[in-house]
């Protein structure tokens, strides 16, 4: 039983340039977010799935892509990288939203 | 929408003194909270939840935190720190009936002096 699992660990881009970071749980959870964390700002939710092929809008969605084709994997895709999105990216999951969340080890971002 | 306020973004404390982190929520229903925390370059694990059973809850590591709905308070405590408590802390909310976004704190950077 891995749990959340994140590739990969550690990024750099350019502007401009696109990407896809990894989510995938072996929990059977239906829910499952990506976080931003920027020091002194917690945790800030991207964008959110309660399901297979449902998925919602956080609190910072711009900029960001994602999709839900199983229940396993929520891949997060950032379309034009820009400099405000070099981050710590976490990927979490639950069985529902307002449950404990199962959090992977994060992708570092650096966009320059 | 629910929110959290941490006061204080770093505390120190001596080991085996009082450990005590400040969370103050809004939110429009009953919330759920939660403490998590998280070590050095890992992701954030749970402490302790509430979920409107006790008012006082008890979590992983010898970490308590008490829901206080007049003071709309839940903050953590533990009686005596232990060097491997170094670590950030974060508070979060989520609302019991809307099945909305959990939201977070800004986080408390616990240092533990020998």
């Known amino acids: 039983n891995a749990g959340v699992t994140q590739t990969p660990k550690f990024q750099v881009l350019k502007t401009g340039q696109s990407m896809t970071l990894q989510c995938a749980q072996d929990m059977n959870h239906e829910y499952m977010s990506w976080y931003r964390q920027d020091p002194g700002m917690g945790l800030r939710l991207i964008h959110y799935s309660v399901g297979a092929g449902i998925t919602d809008q956080g609190e910072v969605p711009n900029g960001y892509n994602v999709s839900r084709s199983t229940t396993e994997d929520f891949p997060l895709r950032l379309l034009s990288a820009a400099p405000s999105q070099t981050s710590v990216y976490f990927c979490?999951?639950?069985?529902?939203?307002?449950?404990?969340?199962?959090f992977g080890p994060g992708t570092r971002l650096t966009v320059l | 929408a629910q929110s959290v306020t941490q006061l204080g973004s770093h505390v120190s404390v001596s080991e085996g003194a009082l450990v005590l982190l400040r969370c103050n929520y809004s939110s429009s229903v009953p919330p759920y909270l939660f403490w998590y925390v998280q070590y050095p370059n890992q992701g954030l694990q749970l402490l302790l939840k509430y979920t409107s059973a006790a008012t006082l809850v008890k979590g992983i590591n010898g970490f308590e935190a008490e829901f206080k709905k007049s003071e709309t308070s839940f903050h953590l405590t533990k009686p005596s720190a232990h060097m491997s408590d170094a670590a950030e802390y974060f508070c979060a909310v989520s609302e019991t009936y809307n099945n909305n976004d959990m939201r977070f704190g800004a986080g408390t950077r616990l240092t533990v002096k020998p």
């Open positions: 979490a999951s639950s069985w529902a939203p307002s449950d404990t969340q199962y």
